[in-house]
């Protein structure tokens, strides 16, 4: 069984780029999740993928935004990189099917730096 | 909105002693709530649900609804236990973790 890969493992950007994070989900699921979580906080809920679309949403800005693909693969992508967008990117999956919230299974994170 | 609140940032304990992290939420319906544990270089992964009531690495948790709390306990805390352990809730609906901000946990020789 393969577990939750997330890429690029580490990534710098400039004030105002963009970026794309991305997410293979562990085997069987079908779910998607990203976090957002800045130094000596836990993590933040940015969105939930399911059946390739958004199936709820945290309190971060439409430039935050991502996709699913057939495979249930994710991508998270955040336009004009502020300063404070600096944080380890998480991302989890899980089943979900009918009855209760199923575990989420984390990938190791994408630590990204704006300058 | 939900909140969980970890007071503690930092707890240390001998090794051998009981241990207790807490964890309070604030939801009026009825939440799923989790323990997560992250060792040092290793991702986030779950230490236990509430609704499993299993017991994992020796760590309980008792939901208490009535002080909206869900305290991780183990009896006799051992050094590979050290870690940072974050509490989470789940509305159920929206089935998005709300976490609260974590305990690092040093267990002391």
């Known amino acids: 069984e393969t577990g939750v890969t997330q890429s690029p493992t580490h990534l710098i950007k400039t004030r105002g780029q963009q970026v794309t994070l991305r997410c293979s989900s562990q085997s069987g699921h079908n779910t998607v999740s990203w976090y957002q979580q800045a130094l000596g906080q836990g993590p933040q809920f940015i969105f939930q993928?399911?059946?390739?679309?958004?199936?709820g949403r945290g309190n971060f800005p439409p430039r935050f935004s991502g996709l699913q693909f057939p495979n249930y693969s994710s991508e998270l992508n955040v336009n004009a990189l502020e300063l404070d967008d600096s944080a380890l990117y998480l991302c989890?999956?899980?089943?979900?099917?009918?009855?209760?919230?199923?575990?989420?299974?984390f990938g190791p994170g994408t630590r990204l730096l704006v300058l | 909105a939900q909140r969980v609140t970890q007071p503690e940032k930092l707890l240390s304990v001998f090794k051998g002693a009981p241990v207790e992290l807490k964890c309070n939420y604030s939801?009026?319906?009825?939440?799923?709530l989790f323990w997560y544990v992250q060792y040092s270089r290793q991702r986030l992964q779950l230490l236990l649900r509430h609704i499993s009531r299993e017991s994992i690495k020796g760590f309980t948790a008792d939901l208490n609804k009535g002080e909206t709390s869900f305290h991780l306990k183990k009896p006799f805390a051992q050094e590979e236990d050290s870690a940072m352990y974050y509490c989470a809730s789940d509305s159920g609906s929206a089935r998005q973790l709300t976490f609260g901000s974590g305990t690092q946990l040093t267990v002391l020789p």
């Open positions: 989890a999956s899980s089943f979900s099917g009918t009855g209760a919230t199923e575990t989420q299974y």
């Open positions: 939801y009026s319906g009825s939440p799923e």
């Open positions: 993928y399911y059946r390739e679309e958004e199936n």
